[in-house]
């Protein structure tokens, strides 16, 4: 099993329905968010292309905040889903410091904190908080290891882009192109 999720940058609106849904489920304080939204304009006058992207975790499968934390309150669980381990976790700021993705915060109560892929929802059938509500849809979550699963369907049916693959860090968080 290896989660992953796909992010169609044609059908997403930057509405932040899936930074509240997160905020709410997983009771972010107010001012911090495990997931945001990205827009970015490339080309030149008049020939213009707005990109909107959900952003979060990348949970990599080389992930670099892993390997740096001294405690090991930073670990890869079942699926690949990188968590922390609040009461283990030191604050040293090792992780966010190796993250290519700026994922992490430092949670006002003294841990580190990030995007869980909902691991608790996941665990019970559901999707993460995210997919859950997202009014375009544009969000996919699901088993990478699953050639029928919704997100390995469209990995290989449409055109796909990763955050920083100069980093090489495995990143299972896609975005549709």
Known sequence: MRYAMAMDTKKCVGCSDCVVACQTENNVPHGYCRDWIVENV???YPELHLEIRSERCNHCGD???VRTCPTGASHIIEGGIV???HDECIGCGACIQACPYEARYFHPEGYVDKCTF???RVAKGQDTACVSVC???CLT???LDDPNS???KLLKSRKW???APEAGTKPQVYFLI
């Open 83 to 85: 968590k922390v381990t």
């Open 135 to 137: 009014p375009t849809r």
């Open 118 to 120: 909902c691991d608790h």
């Open 63 to 65: 992930a670099p905040c």
């Open 141 to 143: 979550f699901g088993d």
């Open 150 to 152: 919704p997100v390995s």
């Open 42 to 44: 490339d080309g030149t």
């Open 161 to 163: 882009k990763v955050n």
